[in-house]
């Protein structure tokens, strides 16, 4: 089985949610800090509102703070927000080989499914599993063996595509294969993704060949 992340694997979004951090920072006259852009990457909505929070001692409640960033990012996942090169591709090459593919990802559901239906990437996935719904963060091994419990395989049968070295580590540390996928934003942990990962890609196209 084939596991897939979403932002900064399939599609190019990862910009989108730097440029909310920064104006929702300088809005506050906050500094966009390499260690709070780790705090709060590839982590569930609330806890990355909850790091906001105690990082700038903020009056808000953590209702606000998202309600906030989902204004800010607006409709961009519906609109504007494009695939990675070789995506489609490979997905397509996949689902001729048979094989049984699903999403496992750290955005805001209706922000996936947006994108989804805007990028007609939806067919491609048997199911979709949301951390924000499960409550376990992708940092955690928990979450890639109860994926695998819900489609009926071991682990070792299943093959994860992360942009994320945490959630690669985690889905290596729960006996899966895994793919690290290169994206420009997370370029700094290259060395240790080559470290953890299977394998390590710079784009879909590099399986395409």
């Not at 806890?47 to 906030?68: C, D, Q, R, V």
Request: aromatic share 10%.
């Amino acid at each position: 089985m084939l596991i897939f992340d979403m932002d900064g694997t399939l599609i190019d979004s990862n910009g989108i949610w730097r440029d909310v951090d920064i104006a929702f920072l300088e809005k506050r006259g906050l500094p966009y800090t390499k260690a709070y852009a780790e705090g709060v990457a590839h982590t569930i909505f609330p806890k990355a509102a909850a790091f906001t929070k105690e990082y700038g001692n903020l009056p808000e409640s953590l209702e606000e703070i998202m309600a906030e960033w989902l204004e800010t990012a607006g409709n961009v996942y519906a609109e504007s927000v494009t695939v990675k090169p070789g995506v489609m591709e490979f997905l397509e090459r996949c689902r001729q080989k048979g094989e049984k593919m699903i999403l496992l990802t750290s955005s805001i559901p209706q922000h996936c499914h947006a994108a989804l239906d805007h990028l007609h990437l939806r067919p491609y996935f048997e199911k979709l599993f949301f951390a924000n719904e499960l409550q376990i963060e992708k940092k955690s091994p928990e979450i890639f063996l109860y994926a695998a419990n819900a489609m009926g395989v071991s682990p070792s049968e299943c093959t994860l595509f992360d942009d994320s070295v945490e959630a690669c580590r985690s889905a290596k540390a729960a006996g899966m294969r895994v793919v690290g996928v290169h994206d420009p934003f997370f370029a700094d942990t290259e060395a240790e993704m080559r470290q953890v990962c299977d394998d390590y890609i710079r784009g879909f196209g590099d399986l395409l060949k």
